[in-house]
């Protein structure tokens, strides 16, 4: 049994598109593994910004040569149909068998080494895998490459301990069995020999590839950080996900809200840190925000990250004058005057204005025993 270790190595793949990359990969391995007649006991896969990783554990080194019999159209069938099954199955007429008047083929399949299988599986991998959006890129000598979420910079093969060594003409590369660190603390290569050596010299080089362990390390840290000041981090289970697929290496900085800022709404003020900038809200003992933000660097500064901070509040400080600037905006104009513009909008030609419709679902709420102020305490609530 032995070990085969890919990794992808290309430019930042979009953090809602790792996961299920991750889980794709996986299983067009498993699928064209099984199909080759390559037994094994399980495909782990690995993904981060800058790289998509697969292990194959306990993968024979062998095919087993196969015999299999096919059966095939009647005797005396259509010409097209005979030769077409002829095609299909890769024989002879005369080496058929003719039986209960059908035509059967025996098929047989020559043991085969599995470096040799792998090559064609690892290419069928850069037509298979589907992302939401792709792009091409030039190669050195001009063509257009494969398609792929990002462009490829090198791919790590490595089967048995050995590099398993092949070119990839649709990407411009020839695999080997290097990688690359972390792209600022260690963008040195590293030369690996098997998934063991691989996350282990990649820890080194500043490089987490388990995407729930960056999770881990990301609210752990957030979290120490705002303990010491008597404060918590509020939980946000989609925005630590989608940090994580962010950062290679990530280390958590707290940084401070300025005071003329903390008079805006609640929801304005933790929308405009997470939705623009991911950055995580932290809270006070009652659950009201407090005048500080959490954030992931990607990087460590000389300075324990002070010059990082200060760039992460002027930027929000611009976000959140921005976001001052149309709240003083809207609160100008009463609820009441934008109810009174539904006169104005065509609902459905037919069917009347949006106050037209307005007006029939509260008598359809009232029909039902449903309150307008207990459908604005539901609204609210929901919010």
Same mark, same amino acid.
């Given at each position: 049994?032995?070990?085969?270790?890919?990794?992808?190595?290309?430019?930042?793949?979009?953090?809602?598109?790792?996961?299920?990359?991750?889980?794709? &990969?996986?299983?067009?391995?498993?699928?064209?593994?099984?199909?080759?007649?390559?037994?094994?006991?399980?495909?782990?896969?690995?993904?981060?910004?800058?790289?998509?990783?697969?292990? %194959?554990?306990?993968?024979?080194?062998?095919?087993?040569?196969?015999?299999?019999?096919?059966?095939?159209?009647?005797?005396?069938?259509?010409?097209? $149909? *005979?030769?077409?099954?002829?095609?299909?199955?890769?024989?002879?007429?005369?080496?058929?068998?003719?039986?209960?008047?059908?035509?059967? $083929?025996?098929?047989?399949?020559?043991?085969?080494?599995?470096?040799?299988?792998?090559?064609?599986?690892?290419?069928?991998?850069?037509?298979?895998?589907?992302?939401?959006?792709?792009?091409?890129?030039?190669?050195?000598?001009?063509?257009?490459?494969?398609?792929?979420?990002?462009?490829?910079?090198?791919?790590?093969? %490595?089967?048995?301990?050995?590099?398993?060594?092949?070119?990839?003409?649709?990407?411009?590369?020839?695999?080997?069995?290097?990688?690359?660190?972390?792209?600022?603390?260690?963008?040195?290569?590293?030369?690996?020999?098997?998934?063991?050596?691989?996350?282990?010299?990649?820890?080194?080089?500043?490089? *987490?590839?388990?995407?729930?362990?960056?999770?881990?390390?990301?609210?752990?840290?957030?979290?120490?950080? $705002?303990?010491?000041?008597?404060?918590?981090?509020?939980?946000?289970?989609? &925005?630590?996900?989608?940090?994580?697929?962010?950062?290679?290496?990530?280390?958590?900085?707290?940084?401070?809200?300025?005071?003329?800022?903390?008079?805006?709404?609640?929801?304005?003020?933790?929308?405009?840190?997470?939705?623009?900038?991911?950055?995580?809200?932290?809270?006070?003992?009652?659950?009201? *925000?407090?005048?500080?933000?959490?954030? *992931?660097?990607?990087?460590?500064?000389?300075?324990?990250?002070?010059?990082?901070?200060?760039?992460?509040?002027?930027?929000?400080?611009?976000?959140?004058?921005?976001?001052?600037?149309?709240?003083?905006?809207? %609160?100008?104009?009463?609820?009441?005057?934008?109810?009174?513009? &539904?006169?104005?909008?065509?609902?459905?030609?037919?069917?009347?204005?949006?106050?037209?419709?307005?007006?029939?679902?509260?008598?359809?709420?009232?029909?039902?025993?449903?309150?307008?102020?207990?459908?604005?305490?539901?609204?609210?609530?929901?919010?």
């Amino acid at each position: 049994m032995a070990e085969f270790l890919l990794e992808i190595f290309c430019e930042e793949i979009p953090a809602r598109m790792q996961m299920r990359g991750a889980d794709d &990969l996986k299983k067009i391995l498993e699928d064209d593994l099984k199909n080759r007649g390559l037994s094994f006991s399980c495909v782990d896969t690995y993904v981060t910004p800058r790289r998509l990783v697969a292990v %194959v554990k306990d993968l024979i080194k062998a095919t087993m040569g196969t015999t299999e019999e096919r059966r095939g159209p009647k005797v005396g069938a259509p010409e097209g $149909a *005979i030769q077409g099954f002829l095609k299909s199955a890769g024989v002879t007429l005369d080496s058929c068998e003719q039986r209960d008047g059908y035509y059967y $083929a025996r098929i047989e399949t020559k043991p085969q080494q599995t470096q040799d299988v792998l090559p064609e599986i690892i290419q069928t991998i850069f037509t298979k895998l589907s992302w939401p959006k792709s792009m091409f890129w030039a190669l050195e000598d001009g063509t257009k490459s494969q398609s792929w979420v990002r462009p490829v910079r090198s791919v790590l093969s %490595v089967f048995d301990g050995h590099p398993l060594s092949f070119d990839l003409p649709m990407l411009g590369l020839r695999t080997a069995d290097k990688t690359q660190g972390h792209r600022f603390l260690k963008p040195d290569v590293i030369e690996v020999s098997s998934f063991a050596d691989y996350k282990a010299t990649l820890e080194k080089a500043f490089v *987490i590839i388990d995407h729930p362990t960056r999770q881990t390390l990301i609210w752990e840290g957030l979290e120490a950080l $705002a303990h010491q000041k008597g404060l918590t981090i509020r939980p946000d289970e989609g &925005l630590l996900q989608e940090v994580a697929g962010l950062v290679e290496y990530p280390v958590p900085l707290l940084g401070h809200i300025d005071a003329q800022f903390m008079a805006l709404p609640q929801a304005v003020l933790s929308t405009s840190m997470r939705v623009h900038q991911k950055y995580f809200t932290v809270t006070d003992k009652q659950g009201k *925000i407090a005048p500080y933000f959490g954030v *992931i660097a990607n990087t460590k500064g000389a300075d324990g990250g002070v010059k990082m901070i200060t760039g992460y509040e002027r930027v929000l400080r611009a976000r959140l004058s921005d976001a001052t600037f149309f709240f003083e905006q809207d %609160v100008k104009v009463p609820l009441e005057d934008f109810a009174n513009r &539904l006169t104005t909008i065509i609902f459905q030609a037919r069917l009347g204005t949006l106050t037209q419709k307005s007006a029939r679902l509260k008598i359809l709420m009232m029909s039902q025993g449903i309150t307008e102020e207990e459908t604005r305490a539901a609204t609210h609530a929901k919010d």
